[in-house]
């Protein structure tokens, strides 16, 4: 019997990004007891246009969606097991790590944290793993 | 596939009901040879090889569930998602680019997680 293979979507439309811009990916796959999210930028959840601004904004605004995606497939920020920040330069990690505290409070997910190119001037993308349900 | 290359990986691990992929380049499956090239042609060799991975532990590019795409400079974003829709057409995995350095010159390289 193989496994449910199932694409999750945001309760809020105006945060399903990759069908807004027509990218080839989804915003998340449930897969046996598994969460696999894409990446997240911040994007603002009334307009759905990209959210720019400070690194401590586009944490907080893209952990916010990252809260809401999980949720609306029944899991949550405290189910997240693995997650992965791509940060645009690695001098911000104080300013990402001081918002990123504030949404895991106790027993934080394992985390890697990179300096990468970003798209469109974002200066945060994270991704993550996280138990279903 | 990069087999003769005396990297210290395996294609693939499974692990319960997950494969776990290593990152593939775009080698000749046959020869082993490097096949360096545009974003775009690259892309057509690492999903063939990524297919025959999957297929070779009995799963399948449609049982994806997540991918990081990592390609050599954030500018050529498009010329990947043209590729990877022709390989993805329908309910596509999670996923997440990285522009990174890549091992060997090679301009792409995916890592996939799927399930069986």
Same mark, same amino acid.
Request: aromatic share 6%.
């Given at each position: 019997? +193989?496994?449910?293979?199932?694409?999750?979507? +945001?309760?809020?439309?105006?945060?399903?990004?990759?069908?807004?811009?027509?990218?080839?990916?989804? +915003?998340?796959?449930?897969?046996?007891?598994?969460? #696999?999210?894409?990446?997240?930028?911040?994007?603002?959840?009334? =307009?759905?246009?990209?959210?720019?601004? =400070? @690194?401590?904004?586009? =944490?907080?605004? =893209?952990?916010?969606?990252?809260?809401?995606?999980?949720?609306?497939?029944?899991?949550?920020?405290?189910?997240?097991?693995?997650?992965n920040v791509?940060?645009?330069?690695?001098?911000?990690?104080?300013?990402?790590?001081? @918002?990123?505290?504030? #949404?895991?409070?106790?027993?934080? +997910?394992a985390r890697t944290t990179c300096?990468?190119?970003?798209?469109?001037?974002?200066?945060?993308?994270?991704?993550?793993?996280?138990?279903?349900? | 596939? &990069?087999?003769?290359?005396?990297?210290?990986?395996? &294609?693939? $691990?499974? &692990?319960?009901?997950?494969?776990?992929?290593?990152?593939?380049?775009?080698? !000749?499956? /046959?020869?082993? /040879?490097?096949?360096?090239?545009?974003?775009?042609? /690259?892309?057509?060799?690492?999903?063939?090889?990524?297919?025959?991975?999957?297929?070779?532990?009995?799963?399948?590019? *449609?049982?994806?569930?997540?991918?990081?795409?990592?390609?050599?400079?954030?500018?050529?974003? !498009?010329?990947?998602?043209?590729?990877?829709?022709?390989?993805?057409? *329908?309910?596509?995995?999670?996923?997440?680019?990285?522009?990174?350095?890549?091992?060997?010159?090679?301009?792409?390289?995916?890592?996939?997680?799927?399930? $069986?």
């Amino acid at each position: 019997m +193989p496994v449910a293979r199932e694409i999750i979507t +945001p309760k809020n439309d105006k945060l399903n990004v990759s069908r807004n811009l027509r990218l080839p990916h989804s +915003p998340g796959i449930r897969a046996g007891d598994l969460i #696999f999210l894409s990446g997240m930028l911040s994007v603002d959840p009334l =307009t759905g246009e990209r959210s720019q601004g =400070t @690194v401590a904004h586009e =944490t907080r605004q =893209t952990l916010s969606n990252m809260r809401h995606l999980l949720e609306s497939a029944g899991s949550s920020l405290e189910r997240v097991v693995k997650i992965n920040v791509l940060l645009y330069d690695m001098l911000e990690f104080d300013n990402m790590n001081a @918002v990123f505290r504030e #949404f895991f409070p106790a027993a934080p +997910p394992a985390r890697t944290t990179c300096g990468v190119q970003l798209s469109a001037g974002m200066k945060i993308e994270i991704e993550c793993i996280a138990l279903a349900g | 596939m &990069a087999a003769g290359y005396g990297w210290a990986q395996s &294609a693939a $691990i499974r &692990a319960g009901n997950y494969l776990f992929v290593s990152g593939v380049v775009a080698i !000749d499956s /046959e020869s082993g /040879e490097r096949l360096n090239g545009t974003v775009t042609s /690259e892309a057509h060799v690492v999903f063939r090889n990524l297919k025959l991975v999957l297929e070779s532990a009995g799963t399948s590019l *449609e049982r994806l569930v997540h991918v990081r795409a990592m390609i050599y400079d954030r500018i050529e974003y !498009d010329a990947l998602n043209r590729v990877y829709r022709q390989y993805l057409p *329908e309910g596509p995995p999670a996923r997440t680019v990285w522009s990174v350095q890549i091992i060997d010159a090679f301009k792409v390289q995916l890592d996939a997680i799927a399930v $069986i």
